[in-house]
């Protein structure tokens, strides 16, 4: 399993909190490449509903990953 950005992008949309099978849903809904799906599959599945892309890849970039001044803009 690998993420990347493009990849998580797909579901930034998503209606979180989700469950495993609602992302795969969406996925394919959405018309994800095969790729997400497949990273979504293989996750151990717990029953829980995930809050964010940020549970699914801990990577995920956050607004504070970016080194610019909001204020400046």
């Known amino acids: 399993m690998y993420w990347t950005l493009e990849l998580a992008s797909y579901l930034a949309d998503a209606p979180w909190p989700a469950t495993k099978d609602e992302l795969i849903?969406?996925?394919i809904r959405t018309g994800a490449p095969?790729?997400?799906v497949e990273n979504l599959q293989d996750i151990e599945d717990e029953g829980e509903a995930y809050d964010s892309i940020?549970?699914?890849w801990p990577?995920?970039?956050s607004e504070e990953d970016y080194l610019w001044n909001e204020d400046e803009y």
């Open 34 to 36: 095969l790729e997400v």
């Open 54 to 56: 940020v549970e699914i």
């Open 25 to 27: 849903d969406y996925a």
């Open 59 to 61: 990577d995920y970039p």
